[in-house]
T-cell receptor, first 114, second 114 residues
Framework: TQLLEQSPQFLSIQEGENLTVYCNSS?????LQWYRQEPGEGPVLLVT?????EVKKLKRLTFQFGDARKDSSLHITAAQPGDTGLYLC??????????????FGAGTILRVKS | NAGVTQTPKFQVLKTGQSMTLQCAQD?????MYWYRQDPGMGLRLIYY???????DKGEVPNGYNVSRLNKREFSLRLESAAPSQTSVYFCASSQRDYSNQPQHFGDGTRLSIL
Protein backbone atom coordinates (compact mmCIF):
# COMPACT_ATOMS: atom_id res chain seq x y z
CA THR A 1 0.00 0.00 0.00
CA GLN A 2 1.38 3.37 -1.00
CA LEU A 3 1.39 6.05 1.69
CA LEU A 4 2.10 9.77 1.49
CA GLU A 5 3.08 11.72 4.57
CA GLN A 6 2.63 15.47 4.58
CA SER A 7 4.28 17.89 6.95
CA PRO A 8 3.56 20.06 8.71
CA GLN A 9 -0.07 19.27 9.46
CA PHE A 10 -0.81 22.88 10.35
CA LEU A 11 0.99 26.13 9.58
CA SER A 12 0.04 29.61 10.79
CA ILE A 13 2.20 32.44 9.48
CA GLN A 14 2.17 36.19 8.93
CA GLU A 15 1.59 37.75 5.54
CA GLY A 16 4.86 38.12 3.66
CA GLU A 17 6.59 35.09 5.18
CA ASN A 18 7.89 32.15 3.14
CA LEU A 19 6.93 28.53 3.81
CA THR A 20 7.54 25.01 2.55
CA VAL A 21 5.22 22.02 2.71
CA TYR A 22 6.63 18.52 2.31
CA CYS A 23 5.18 15.32 0.92
CA ASN A 24 7.18 12.13 1.51
CA SER A 25 6.83 8.43 0.78
CA SER A 26 8.85 5.26 0.63
CA UNK A 27 7.04 4.41 -2.63
CA UNK A 28 7.85 5.58 -6.13
CA UNK A 29 5.07 7.44 -7.93
CA UNK A 30 4.53 7.99 -11.64
CA UNK A 31 3.44 11.54 -10.91
CA LEU A 32 2.66 13.86 -8.04
CA GLN A 33 -0.22 16.31 -8.00
CA TRP A 34 -0.84 19.21 -5.64
CA TYR A 35 -4.36 20.36 -4.87
CA ARG A 36 -5.73 23.27 -2.84
CA GLN A 37 -9.04 23.01 -1.01
CA GLU A 38 -11.08 25.78 0.56
CA PRO A 39 -13.76 25.21 3.25
CA GLY A 40 -16.98 23.82 1.81
CA GLU A 41 -15.46 23.13 -1.59
CA GLY A 42 -13.72 20.31 -3.39
CA PRO A 43 -9.98 20.19 -4.09
CA VAL A 44 -8.72 22.12 -7.10
CA LEU A 45 -5.61 21.04 -8.98
CA LEU A 46 -2.62 23.38 -8.76
CA VAL A 47 0.06 21.41 -10.61
CA THR A 48 1.21 17.98 -11.78
CA UNK A 49 4.87 16.96 -11.77
CA UNK A 50 5.93 13.82 -13.59
CA UNK A 51 9.72 13.80 -14.02
CA UNK A 52 12.20 13.19 -11.21
CA UNK A 53 13.86 16.50 -10.30
CA GLU A 54 11.19 18.52 -12.08
CA VAL A 55 10.51 22.05 -10.83
CA LYS A 56 7.36 23.98 -11.75
CA LYS A 57 6.46 27.53 -10.81
CA LEU A 58 3.00 28.99 -10.51
CA LYS A 59 3.39 32.68 -9.64
CA ARG A 60 4.63 32.64 -6.00
CA LEU A 61 4.32 28.85 -5.69
CA THR A 62 7.23 26.55 -6.55
CA PHE A 63 6.72 22.79 -6.78
CA GLN A 64 9.50 20.23 -6.88
CA PHE A 65 9.44 16.48 -7.52
CA GLY A 66 12.26 14.51 -5.90
CA ASP A 67 14.88 12.87 -8.09
CA ALA A 68 13.69 9.40 -7.08
CA ARG A 69 10.00 10.37 -7.48
CA LYS A 70 9.29 9.51 -3.85
CA ASP A 71 8.83 13.00 -2.47
CA SER A 72 7.74 16.50 -3.37
CA SER A 73 7.70 19.99 -1.90
CA LEU A 74 5.61 23.11 -2.27
CA HIS A 75 7.28 26.42 -1.49
CA ILE A 76 5.28 29.65 -1.21
CA THR A 77 7.13 32.96 -1.35
CA ALA A 78 5.69 36.01 0.38
CA ALA A 79 2.49 34.31 1.49
CA GLN A 80 -0.76 36.24 1.28
CA PRO A 81 -4.08 35.77 3.12
CA GLY A 82 -5.55 34.45 -0.13
CA ASP A 83 -3.16 31.47 0.10
CA THR A 84 -5.06 30.24 3.17
CA GLY A 85 -6.47 26.75 2.64
CA LEU A 86 -5.82 23.03 2.81
CA TYR A 87 -2.99 21.83 0.58
CA LEU A 88 -3.07 18.20 -0.50
CA CYS A 89 -0.48 16.16 -2.33
CA UNK A 90 -1.57 13.12 -4.32
CA UNK A 91 0.54 10.41 -5.90
CA UNK A 92 -0.28 8.59 -9.10
CA UNK A 93 0.18 4.82 -9.42
CA UNK A 94 3.68 3.35 -9.79
CA UNK A 95 5.12 3.27 -13.30
CA UNK A 96 3.86 0.29 -15.19
CA UNK A 97 0.59 0.22 -13.28
CA UNK A 98 -2.38 1.34 -15.30
CA UNK A 99 -5.00 3.80 -14.16
CA UNK A 100 -5.48 7.13 -12.47
CA UNK A 101 -6.05 6.07 -8.87
CA UNK A 102 -4.58 8.69 -6.57
CA UNK A 103 -3.17 8.27 -3.07
CA PHE A 104 -3.63 11.45 -1.05
CA GLY A 105 -1.62 12.79 1.84
CA ALA A 106 -3.49 13.95 4.95
CA GLY A 107 -3.02 17.58 3.99
CA THR A 108 -1.47 20.77 5.38
CA ILE A 109 -3.76 23.46 6.74
CA LEU A 110 -2.23 26.85 5.95
CA ARG A 111 -3.41 30.02 7.62
CA VAL A 112 -1.90 33.32 6.54
CA LYS A 113 -2.64 36.22 8.85
CA SER A 114 -2.69 39.81 7.64
CA ASN B 1 -19.75 25.74 -16.35
CA ALA B 2 -21.19 23.37 -13.77
CA GLY B 3 -18.34 20.81 -13.83
CA VAL B 4 -19.08 18.11 -11.24
CA THR B 5 -22.39 18.41 -9.39
CA GLN B 6 -23.14 16.44 -6.22
CA THR B 7 -26.49 16.06 -4.51
CA PRO B 8 -27.46 16.41 -1.76
CA LYS B 9 -25.01 18.83 -0.11
CA PHE B 10 -25.97 17.76 3.42
CA GLN B 11 -27.73 14.72 4.84
CA VAL B 12 -28.40 13.24 8.26
CA LEU B 13 -29.26 9.55 8.51
CA LYS B 14 -30.05 7.14 11.27
CA THR B 15 -28.01 3.96 11.65
CA GLY B 16 -29.34 1.29 9.33
CA GLN B 17 -30.96 3.63 6.83
CA SER B 18 -29.99 3.52 3.18
CA MET B 19 -29.12 6.39 0.90
CA THR B 20 -27.78 7.13 -2.57
CA LEU B 21 -25.42 10.01 -3.24
CA GLN B 22 -25.69 11.40 -6.75
CA CYS B 23 -22.92 12.76 -8.97
CA ALA B 24 -23.06 14.15 -12.48
CA GLN B 25 -20.40 15.75 -14.68
CA ASP B 26 -20.88 17.79 -17.82
CA UNK B 27 -17.29 17.73 -19.13
CA UNK B 28 -17.69 14.56 -21.23
CA UNK B 29 -15.15 12.80 -19.01
CA UNK B 30 -14.71 9.06 -19.23
CA UNK B 31 -13.53 8.30 -15.68
CA MET B 32 -15.26 9.03 -12.39
CA TYR B 33 -14.32 8.51 -8.74
CA TRP B 34 -15.82 8.51 -5.25
CA TYR B 35 -13.71 9.55 -2.25
CA ARG B 36 -14.37 10.11 1.43
CA GLN B 37 -12.54 12.76 3.44
CA ASP B 38 -12.08 12.39 7.17
CA PRO B 39 -10.14 14.73 9.49
CA GLY B 40 -6.43 13.97 9.48
CA MET B 41 -6.74 11.28 6.80
CA GLY B 42 -6.88 13.10 3.50
CA LEU B 43 -9.06 11.66 0.76
CA ARG B 44 -9.48 7.92 0.38
CA LEU B 45 -10.77 6.28 -2.77
CA ILE B 46 -13.96 4.25 -2.30
CA TYR B 47 -14.80 3.17 -5.85
CA TYR B 48 -13.98 4.34 -9.32
CA UNK B 49 -15.20 3.87 -12.87
CA UNK B 50 -12.51 3.97 -15.52
CA UNK B 51 -15.12 4.19 -18.27
CA UNK B 52 -18.84 3.78 -18.81
CA UNK B 53 -19.84 0.23 -17.95
CA UNK B 54 -16.94 -0.53 -15.60
CA UNK B 55 -16.49 -0.09 -11.86
CA ASP B 56 -13.70 -1.15 -9.50
CA LYS B 57 -13.00 -1.07 -5.80
CA GLY B 58 -10.70 1.48 -4.29
CA GLU B 59 -9.01 1.57 -0.91
CA VAL B 60 -12.13 1.56 1.32
CA PRO B 61 -15.09 -0.08 -0.52
CA ASN B 62 -16.72 -1.98 2.34
CA GLY B 63 -20.28 -0.84 3.06
CA TYR B 64 -20.69 0.91 -0.29
CA ASN B 65 -21.95 0.12 -3.77
CA VAL B 66 -21.75 2.18 -6.94
CA SER B 67 -23.54 2.46 -10.25
CA ARG B 68 -22.22 4.09 -13.41
CA LEU B 69 -25.62 4.97 -14.79
CA ASN B 70 -24.27 6.50 -18.01
CA LYS B 71 -21.24 8.50 -19.05
CA ARG B 72 -22.36 11.53 -17.04
CA GLU B 73 -23.59 9.97 -13.81
CA PHE B 74 -21.94 7.90 -11.07
CA SER B 75 -23.86 7.18 -7.88
CA LEU B 76 -22.72 5.90 -4.49
CA ARG B 77 -25.08 3.87 -2.30
CA LEU B 78 -24.94 3.13 1.40
CA GLU B 79 -27.16 0.09 1.95
CA SER B 80 -27.17 0.14 5.75
CA ALA B 81 -25.53 3.28 7.11
CA ALA B 82 -23.18 3.04 10.09
CA PRO B 83 -21.76 5.86 12.27
CA SER B 84 -18.29 5.05 10.87
CA GLN B 85 -19.53 6.25 7.50
CA THR B 86 -20.00 9.79 8.79
CA SER B 87 -17.76 11.77 6.46
CA VAL B 88 -17.58 14.23 3.60
CA TYR B 89 -17.96 12.46 0.26
CA PHE B 90 -16.44 13.81 -2.91
CA CYS B 91 -17.07 12.79 -6.48
CA ALA B 92 -14.42 13.51 -9.12
CA SER B 93 -13.94 12.97 -12.82
CA SER B 94 -11.06 12.90 -15.28
CA GLN B 95 -10.86 12.85 -19.05
CA ARG B 96 -9.28 9.39 -19.13
CA ASP B 97 -8.10 6.73 -16.72
CA TYR B 98 -4.47 7.58 -17.46
CA SER B 99 -1.90 8.48 -14.86
CA ASN B 100 -1.26 12.25 -14.64
CA GLN B 101 -4.77 13.19 -15.69
CA PRO B 102 -6.13 15.96 -13.45
CA GLN B 103 -9.20 15.09 -11.43
CA HIS B 104 -12.04 17.60 -11.15
CA PHE B 105 -13.96 17.50 -7.89
CA GLY B 106 -17.47 18.40 -6.85
CA ASP B 107 -18.14 20.40 -3.69
CA GLY B 108 -18.96 17.34 -1.60
CA THR B 109 -21.82 15.81 0.36
CA ARG B 110 -21.60 16.14 4.13
CA LEU B 111 -23.13 13.03 5.62
CA SER B 112 -23.82 12.46 9.32
CA ILE B 113 -25.03 9.12 10.62
CA LEU B 114 -26.52 9.03 14.08
Amino acid sequence: TQLLEQSPQFLSIQEGENLTVYCNSSSVFSSLQWYRQEPGEGPVLLVTVVTGGEVKKLKRLTFQFGDARKDSSLHITAAQPGDTGLYLCAGGPPRGEYGNKLVFGAGTILRVKS
Amino acid sequence: NAGVTQTPKFQVLKTGQSMTLQCAQDMNHNSMYWYRQDPGMGLRLIYYSASEGTTDKGEVPNGYNVSRLNKREFSLRLESAAPSQTSVYFCASSQRDYSNQPQHFGDGTRLSIL
